[in-house]
Nanobody
Framework: QVQLVESGGGLVQPGGSLRLSCAAS????????IGWFRQAPGKEREGVSC????????YYADSVKGRFTISRDNAKNTVYLQMNSLKPEDTAVYYC???????????????????WGQGTQVTVSS
């Protein structure tokens, strides 16, 4: 059974850092692209970052480029999102998701991901 579980969210001051984890089970992690998405109140869910299958190439939304880093530990079946220099506009529920296509590349469309975690809240506020 495919399962994704996020953790690591919380309350942080502007300029602070958090590391989110996405623990995967039920499939071989590096066979699938894994994306991080976020949804703020009243806004649509948006893609933040993604790590492709096989070569592990990372992708970032322009809004987080240079501040966020995605990585993958195949031995631990976990994908991480290191978030630095956090801003109030980063406040959202963060989700990880598995691309539906085996060995698929990263894409931004939500409907191309077939399994989602429950989300973890990130709040950036002073």
């Amino acid at each position: 059974q495919v399962q994704l579980v996020e953790s690591g969210g919380g309350l942080v001051q502007p300029g602070g850092s958090l590391r989110l984890s996405c623990a995967a089970s039920g499939f071989t992690l590096d066979y699938y692209a894994i994306g991080w998405f976020r949804q703020a109140p009243g806004k649509e869910r948006e893609g933040v970052s993604c790590i492709s299958s096989s070569d592990g190439r990372p992708y970032y939304a322009d809004s987080v480029k240079g501040r966020f880093t995605i990585s993958r530990d195949n031995a631990k079946n976990t994908v991480y999102l290191q978030m630095n220099s956090l801003k109030p506009e980063d406040t959202a529920v963060y989700y990880c998701a598995r691309r539906s296509r085996l060995f698929g590349v990263c894409v931004s469309r939500n409907d191309q991901y077939d399994h989602w975690g429950q989300g973890t809240q990130v709040t950036v506020s002073s």
